[in-house]
Every structure is written in C-alpha cells, then in structure tokens.
C-alpha cells in the first residue's frame, strides 16, 4: 500500500515540484502535504473514462501474476469507473457531473441582457479561489463539459468550467468588449470524415457534433478558424481526414495540400 501511496509523489498536474503531490509518510502516519486537489471528488470526460475502462480490459485480459491484480480488484475499478451513461459504441463511462440548471440559466439571462458577471472560480491546476468580474461573450457544452467564453476586464480573454463556477451575481453593469484589445476568433463549422481507428485526431479540434458512417470511418463536425490548419491537420494525419463541406473550405484545403505537396520532389512519390 505504501509503495502505491508513494507513486503519488511522482504525479501531478506538470513536471515540476510545486506540480506533484507531496506526501509522506512516518510514524505510521500518510501525510499529504500538497494535494492539488485530491480534497476534491474528480471526474472524467467520456474520452477518458473510455480510455480507463480500455486499460482495464487489457489488464483484465492479463493473468493475475502478468497484472499484478486480482481479476476482482480489477472489477471494483471498473464498476467505480462505470456507472453514468453509455455511449452507443458500448463503452461504459461516468458522466461528468450534473451542472446546476440555474447557474446556466442565471449565465443566459445575463447574455441576453447584456450584463456583467461575477462569481467565485476554482482554478484546477493551482487549486485555489478567485473571485472575477466578467462580460460573459458565450456559452457551450462540448464533450458533455459547459463552458463560459468571457472577457474578465484587466486581464483578457478567458475559458471558464461551469461546473467550477460558484457564488455567480448577475451585477447591474452593462457587458463592455469595447476596451478589449483581443477579439474572439470567428469559427466556421465544417464536416470531415475519419477512420474509426483514427477517432483520437478528434482531441486536437473543437467537436459539435459526430456520428457514425459506416464500420470504418465517422463523421464529425468541427469548428476551425483557418482553412490552413485544418489543411495542416489533414497532412499531420497522412491525409486521413477527408473534407465533407463546406465546398468553399474543402477546395481551399485541397489548394494548401496541394501546394505542400509540390514543395518535395517527384521521386519522392506522394500519395
């Protein structure tokens, strides 16, 4: 047990000292001295909960002397990890948790009324509460996560969780972006098609919406800014992603690619 307590002081939010747990351990006592956030429940997002759950059947799959785990241990992990929704693929994966009707609603009225907002944040990397005063630009649920797009004044553009959102006001003071030196980048929604084998491209876009094509590839729409960077993904990728639509962004990035493609010499053989 103490060797798997100790594990902790080699974990973390990043690689640095103030980053890791800080634990110890004497006169039979575990001494957390740094928890970063242990003190609080931690949830996943279905893409992590998948991947947990994956690594579990791996280790499930194993025999007990090539785990290290009894097969019930194992379980006990599993069924923690499963409860929650279930995702048409099969996969079983905990939902994160239920955000307050109210605080969304109360976050609404102040965009539709055009008002400021303040509220107490906790930060999960520094662990620590802040209270801010923001003009709320917009909000939207991606990977069942809410988040709130906000200009907090003095300090610029910000991504808050909702769910780490408490204690909000609505205050009676218009929503200002006109001081604002950095305007919110303009997205357009565009649908690509991806093997099914290669699904984790998806953790570098911004996903509306996916489905299901066929038994090899899905279909996702995705918010981009540049049509050059979704053609930079694209030849990341081997050009496995493929441009659905809109036609305009399709032939644009069929224009990068192309031009990419005359930079390296013939004998090279592109596909």
Known sequence: MLQDVMLLTVTGIGQFANEQFDVDYSNEKIFVRDELGLDRPFTFDST?????LLGLDALANLPS???GF???EIQSVRDR???GITVPSGISVIQGPVQATKLIEDIANALQDNLQISFDYWNDARDDVVR?????YEIYTINQVSKLNAL???KGWRSFKVSNIDSLVIESTPADFE????KPMKTMEVDIKVPLSMHHILEGFSVTKRRNIDEQAFKATVLISQPLWLARKILASGCAI????PVEVQEQVKTFINTARAAYPRSSNPK
């Open 70 to 72: 009894e097969s019930s």
């Open 65 to 67: 002397q090539a785990s």
């Open 242 to 245: 493929e441009v659905l639509s």
């Open 81 to 83: 990890i499963s409860k």
């Open 48 to 52: 992590e909960a998948a991947c947990l």
């Open 132 to 136: 801010r005063t923001v003009s709320p």
């Open 152 to 154: 907090e004044h003095g």
């Open 179 to 182: 001081n604002s030196t950095f």
